[in-house]
């Protein structure tokens, strides 16, 4: 199977932005879906957003007007770009990838201080 790996993350204060990266390597797959769920700790995993091969978007609503969610097709990349970042935000991001077969990647970890 493929794999996923992302990248990005890191420690900002309240305010401020990241960018997320997640490229598909490995084995050649069919992605119908990509986006990021994210875990902070003593809580479940919850969708954060998600971008299907037509360019549709869907984006919690917490992050709505703040994140923005694209992908490129030809490097089987996705892109979340997160702006005002808030304290309550920080937790591990996971991005997954859904079409032939579902994929999550490592995570990476996101630290918002006040």
């Known amino acids: 199977q493929g794999q996923l790996v992302e990248s990005g993350g890191g420690s900002v204060q309240a305010g401020e932005s990241l960018r997320l990266s997640c490229s598909a390597s490995?084995?050649?797959?069919?992605?119908?879906?990509m986006g990021w769920y994210r875990q902070a700790p003593g809580k479940p995993r919850e969708l954060v957003a998600g971008?299907?091969?037509?360019?549709?978007?869907n984006y919690a609503d917490s992050v709505k007007g703040r994140f923005t969610i694209s992908r490129d097709n030809g490097k089987n990349t996705a892109y979340l770009q997160m702006t005002s970042l808030k304290p309550e935000e920080t937790a591990v991001y996971y991005c997954?990838?859904?079409?032939?077969?579902?994929?999550w990647g490592q995570g990476t970890q996101v630290t918002v201080s006040s």
């Open positions: 490995g084995s050649i797959f069919s992605i119908d879906v």
């Open positions: 997954y990838a859904d079409g032939e077969y579902f994929l």
């Open positions: 971008i299907i091969n037509n360019g549709s978007t």
